[in-house]
């Protein structure tokens, strides 16, 4: 069979099978369809839910003004697909090219597409954890029932991390007029994403809205009382705090379980793939069958030093999905690279944040725009001498402009006039980022490489 064959009885015959049946999921079976795809399509997810935007439900739900029953994305065409919904992916068989699902059914494809995305990481402490009044945000289940606890007025809601979740969080309690703090181990919110300069305003910025803000401390223990309901946080610096809903923000874990002794290179950081999202095998060759997109992808990134970069990023996971799955029905000469530039943005205390590039890449920071003091400005990121991210409060207009800079690799320092440039932004300071061989909670990009802090994975091949 010719290769325009193979691939026009892929496009009309073909078995395609997505594990994941979220927003890398939909977009990418919406894809398919669009681009022409006649075959059998197969969606396979582990909650009950057709695919739902999960941004709101750490904003506009935790306000009050959403319900997370109407979060329901929007869909562009209908899909013909198979929905199995509510039972998780088990295992693959990349030989046979069968999943395995949790209620032991299979399900063969001929292109596979993986988007599991992450999930919240819990509290390390099992006992602790099943403590009534102790949360994670990242289901709609979860905001649901978070969501039902902080309408019950709680007498203090503990956050445990301030990264962008957590901040959010802190300021959804503060919007209904909650008491609430927060502990951070680094010192300030935001510092992994954003850096120890911005993270200052953002420190103030919760302070002055009301938060008991502990900074430079970790949690120890949750207590719980007789009944089995969570009473106090202990933290390291011997402080105690009294609250009745702890809620863990301490970042995400990849779903890769399921892909354990599969043969493909995943692990705890995802699962790797090349820039048209095939995926690595556990020896580093693509495959040309298996397919990944979204939270769960780690990619290289020509923009920033062909790093591979796992994003957790609304717009990172649609763009992935298109280009997936794009590249899964056409031959080698018709695939596209995915080169998105990361963005990312946050609603927290009525400030609007966001960011271009990959903040945690940059060494220092210029306050191009605005002043900190404001808390109105544009700062831009620096690396070896070129523009990398850039990250704005309450001035998004301007970022188009910045991400220009990053796409072609402008100089740094910036030396040109900008619009309300203020003296003290004409030098660049230390982005101070926290030591990399200490890692702090809620990371938004994870770079991979051969940091000594990398955790070593052993690969069982599966028999076949």
């Not at 979860?142 to 709680?154: I, K, M, N, Q, S």
């Not at 892909?259 to 790797?272: E, K």
């Not at 070896?384 to 188009?400: C, K, M, P, Y």
């Amino acid at each position: 069979m010719t290769v325009e064959g193979f691939f026009e009885r892929l496009r009309t015959e073909g078995r395609i099978v997505i594990v994941g049946a979220s927003l890398a999921g939909l977009t990418a079976a919406e894809t398919l369809r669009a681009e022409g795809f006649t075959g059998s399509l197969t969606m396979i997810g582990d909650e009950p839910y057709e695919p739902y935007d999960r941004p709101p439900l750490s904003k506009a739900v935790l306000l009050g003004k959403a319900s997370p029953h109407r979060t329901d994305l929007p869909r562009r065409r209908e899909l013909d697909a198979d929905w199995r919904l509510g039972v998780a992916a088990a295992g693959l068989d990349l030989g046979a090219r069968r999943v395995r699902l949790a209620d032991g059914d299979e399900v063969e494809y001929d292109r596979l597409l993986i988007a599991t995305g992450v999930r919240a990481r819990p509290w390390p402490n099992e006992t602790e954890a099943q403590l009534d009044g102790v949360f994670v945000l990242r289901t709609r289940d979860d905001a649901v029932a978070l969501h039902r606890r902080l309408g019950a007025a709680p007498r203090r809601v503990f956050v445990i991390g301030a990264g962008f979740t957590g901040s959010e969080i802190a300021s959804a309690c503060r919007y209904q007029d909650l008491a609430v703090t927060v502990a951070e181990r680094a010192n300030a919110p935001l510092v992994g994403a954003l850096g120890g300069v911005v993270g200052a305003v953002a420190a103030e910025l919760q302070r002055e809205n009301g938060v008991d803000l502990r900074t430079g401390v970790t949690v120890t223990a949750l207590e719980g009382d007789t009944s089995g309901r969570v009473r106090a946080a202990h933290l390291s610096d011997g402080g105690v705090v009294e609250t009745d809903v702890v809620v863990v923000s301490l970042g995400a874990t990849r779903n890769t379980e399921w892909l354990t002794g599969s043969g493909l290179g995943a692990g705890p950081r995802g699962v790797a793939c090349d820039a048209g999202c095939r995926a690595f095998d556990f020896r580093g060759i693509v495959t040309d069958d298996v397919f990944v997109a979204g939270d769960v992808a780690r990619s290289p990134h020509p923009l920033f030093n062909y790093q591979f970069l796992s994003l957790e990023h609304w717009g990172n996971a649609v763009s992935q999905a298109e280009v997936a799955a794009h590249n899964m029905i056409s031959p080698s000469a018709d695939r596209r690279p995915h080169i998105w530039v990361p963005a990312f943005w946050s609603s927290q205390f009525g400030v609007n944040i966001k960011s271009v590039g990959v903040p945690t890449m940059g060494d220092q920071i210029m306050i191009t725009q605005g002043s900190l003091a404001e808390r109105r400005f544009v700062g831009a990121y620096g690396y070896q001498g070129r523009v990398i991210a850039a990250v704005s409060f309450d001035n998004t207009r301007w970022l188009q402009f910045y991400q220009q800079l990053i796409e072609t690799a402008a100089p740094f320092p910036l030396e040109y006039s900008t619009v309300d440039r203020r003296p003290e932004g004409r030098r660049p300071i230390p982005a101070d980022f926290p030591d990399p061989s200490l890692p702090t909670h809620g990371p938004t990009v994870t770079l991979s490489g051969y940091s000594p802090v990398d955790r070593r994975l052993v690969f069982t091949p599966a028999r076949h």
